[in-house]
Nanobody, 127 residues
Framework: EVQLVESGGGLVQAGESLRLSCAAS????????ICWFRQAPGREREEISC????????YSADSVKGRFTISSDNAKNTVYLQMNSLKPEDTAVYHC????????????????????WGQGTQVTVSS
C-alpha cells in the first residue's frame, strides 16, 4: 500500500522558515515524481514544487521560486520542502503526492495526474 506522510508544519511568523518532510512507503517504482501542492480555504489547489526521481529535475511555481527548495533523500525515501521567507499568503494545508512513471521537469510541468497523496500538514504564517 502506497503511503505518503507529511510532517513539519506549524505556526510561524512572516519571514521565518519551515521544513516539511514527505515520507514515502509502499512503492518500489524506479521512475516517479514527488510533488508538493497546497490547498487554502476558498482558493484553488496550487502545485508548488516537484522533483523527478528519473533525472533529478525540479520545478517550482513562480509564487515560491527563490524562497522554497525541494530536495530528496533517496536512502530515507523522503522528500523535503524547505520554505524560507514565509508570507501570510503561504498559509495552507500542504500535501505531497506521487506521480508514477517517467516525469521530467526540464521544460516545466507537463500534463500528469497524481496517483497518490497524503493527508497534509497545516502551515500557518502570521503577519
Amino acid at each position: 500500500e502506497v503511503q505518503l506522510v507529511e510532517s513539519g508544519g506549524g505556526l510561524v511568523q512572516a519571514g521565518e522558515s519551515l521544513r516539511l518532510s514527505c515520507a514515502a512507503s509502499g512503492f518500489a517504482f524506479s521512475d516517479y515524481a514527488i510533488c508538493w501542492f497546497r490547498q487554502a480555504p476558498g482558493r484553488e489547489r496550487e502545485e508548488i514544487s516537484c522533483i523527478s526521481s528519473s533525472d533529478g529535475s525540479t520545478y517550482s511555481a513562480d509564487s515560491v521560486k527563490g524562497r522554497f527548495t525541494i530536495s530528496s533523500d533517496n536512502a530515507k525515501n523522503t522528500v523535503y520542502l524547505q520554505m524560507n521567507s514565509l508570507k501570510p499568503e503561504d498559509t495552507a494545508v500542504y500535501h505531497c503526492a506521487v506521480v508514477i512513471g517517467f516525469i521530467t521537469f526540464v521544460h516545466g510541468p507537463t500534463g500528469y495526474e497524481y496517483d497518490y497523496w497524503g493527508q497534509g500538514t497545516q502551515v500557518t504564517v502570521s503577519s
